[in-house]
């Protein structure tokens, strides 16, 4: 079974608004970090935002947010306020365990295009 | 800070010849992981070391690639003899490992490019 489902291949949207990336994950480890990357053009994976599952609020980073709804095992990608600068293909990635030094799972990744 | 460094960015080889990517973590990470990631797919972990041992290396095609970070700083992925399929983006990234909670965010260098043809 995938350990993280990212169902939109691509998502469009207008400057100036909003837009959620969704991300579903599966693990049966009760600690775990569930992060978000920006990865444009140029290829480099650019760290977003970070979620610990006993967080008791949801992470915001400027224009990030993370929704996180544990039961539903949901961790969505919210930004605000869309720029021409935020297309690129944007990645969720769980942590499993509770320790640093361990290795992300990555989802297949969503497309996102801002036009003007 | 610097940032991790990796080379060659761009690789263009003949099926069956061999490539060797190289990485440099930023100073002070123990961990340093090679991810490949193949056009429109995320990236997949081929190998995880703790300082200069193996943490997990799973997922690498043992019968061609191999890695190797001998003094626990820099690292060398080699793949030979090199198949179509390995045609992809090799990304190193490196993280700080403090041996107790923190939130694990992994540092990606720029990735090599390697088409295989």
């Known amino acids: 079974a995938q350990k993280i489902t990212q169902t939109q291949p691509g998502m469009f949207v207008q400057e100036k608004e909003a837009v959620t990336l969704d991300c579903t994950y599966d693990?049966?480890?009760?600690?775990?970090?569930l992060f978000w990357y920006k990865q444009p053009s140029s290829g480099e994976m650019i760290f977003l935002i970070y979620?610990?599952?006993?967080?008791?609020q949801n992470a915001t980073e400027g224009r990030y947010s993370l929704n996180f709804q544990k039961a539903r095992k949901s961790a969505n990608l919210v930004i605000s306020a869309s720029q021409l600068g935020d297309s690129a293909m944007y990645f969720c990635a769980m942590r499993e365990g509770d320790q640093a030094g361990t290795a992300l799972i990555f989802g297949k990744g969503t497309t996102l295009s801002v036009s003007s | 800070e610097a940032g991790v460094a990796q080379s060659p960015r761009y690789k263009i080889i003949e099926k069956r010849q061999s490539v060797a990517f190289w990485c440099n973590p930023i100073?002070?990470?123990?961990?340093l992981y090679w991810y490949q990631q193949i056009l429109g797919q995320g990236p997949k972990l081929l190998i995880q070391?703790?300082?200069?041992?193996?943490?997990?290396d799973s997922q690498l095609p043992k019968d061609r690639f191999s890695a190797e970070r001998l003094k626990g700083v820099d690292s060398t992925l080699k793949i030979q003899p090199a198949k179509l399929e390995d045609s992809a983006v090799y990304l190193c990234?490196?993280?700080?490992?403090?041996?107790?909670?923190?939130?694990?965010?992994?540092?990606f260098g720029e990735g090599s490019r390697l088409t295989v043809l």
């Open positions: 979620q610990g599952s006993y967080d008791q």
């Open positions: 070391f703790q300082n200069n041992g193996v943490v997990d």
């Open positions: 100073s002070g990470h123990a961990t």
């Open positions: 990234a490196s993280s700080f490992f403090s041996g107790g909670l923190n939130t694990g965010e992994l540092f």
């Open positions: 693990t049966s480890d009760p600690s775990y970090g």
